[in-house]
């Protein structure tokens, strides 16, 4: 059975760091991308980032408004994908999802989804 | 970036009603738009991928059609556990893409 679990979440302080983390199970985890998305407060689905699996060169993308804040890296060898969140801003508060991303040469999207981590950003 | 127009934003049907969301996006996408079913509280579920595709595991009640830049995701049958939110989403190109999302009440 396939599980994606996020954790890490919590209350932090406008400018501050945190970090979270996508532990999955039931599948070969290197061989898949894995995305990040979150939900806001009243607000609907955005999505914040993206690596590819090795075989594609561990390579990312980001959404504009966390570019050069947010990184996301993976450890293979635990099966975990990580979301390093820097310089929060109180408008980073939201639910954050992780998912695996099927296939996307094939147009095989996000299938698993985890059920989210509140952060909540404020002083 | 690509705008996704999604509507209506909420609809009231009753149980075993015939339902229509539609999704317009800004430029052609190729077909490469996906459905998700999400409850409050839980992980959203893919429903529909390549705009008619149905998720392995989601029931038949659910389809997807495309014509040019518009999407649609019928349910032809509702039922009371399809009481939630939807959205389509491209992930034609980046940045990935979500419309504002139709919440369905029975």
């Known amino acids: 059975e396939v599980q994606v679990v996020e954790s890490g979440g919590g209350l932090v302080q406008p400018g501050r760091s945190l970090r979270l983390s996508c532990t999955v199970s039931g599948f070969t985890f290197r061989a898949y991308a894995m995305s990040w998305f979150r939900q806001a407060p009243g607000k609907g689905l955005e999505w914040v980032g993206f690596?590819?699996?090795?075989?594609?060169?561990?390579?990312?993308e980001y959404a504009a408004s966390v570019q050069g804040r947010f990184s996301i890296s993976r450890d293979d060898s635990r099966s975990i994908a990580y979301l390093q969140m820097n310089s929060l801003e109180t408008e980073d508060t939201a639910v954050y999802y992780c998912?695996?991303?099927?296939?996307?040469?094939?147009?095989?999207?996000?299938?698993?989804w985890g059920q989210g981590t509140l952060v909540t950003v404020s002083s | 970036d690509i705008q996704m127009t999604q509507s209506p934003s909420t609809l009231a049907a009753f149980v075993g009603d015939r339902v229509t969301i539609t999704c317009r996006t800004s430029q052609r996408i190729s077909g490469w738009l996906a459905w998700y079913q999400h409850h409050p509280g839980k992980a959203p579920k893919l429903l529909i991928y390549k705009a008619s595709t149905l998720e392995s595991g989601v029931p038949s009640r659910f389809s997807g059609s495309a014509s040019g830049t518009e999407f649609t995701l019928t349910i032809s049958s509702l039922q009371p556990d399809d009481s939630a939110t939807y959205y389509c989403?491209?992930?034609?190109?980046?940045?990935?893409?979500f419309g504002q999302g139709t919440k369905v009440e029975i």
């Open positions: 989403q491209q992930y034609y190109t980046y940045p990935w893409t």
């Open positions: 998912s695996r991303v099927n296939d996307i040469l094939t147009g095989y999207p996000s299938d698993y």
């Open positions: 690596i590819r699996s090795r075989a594609y060169d561990v390579t990312t």
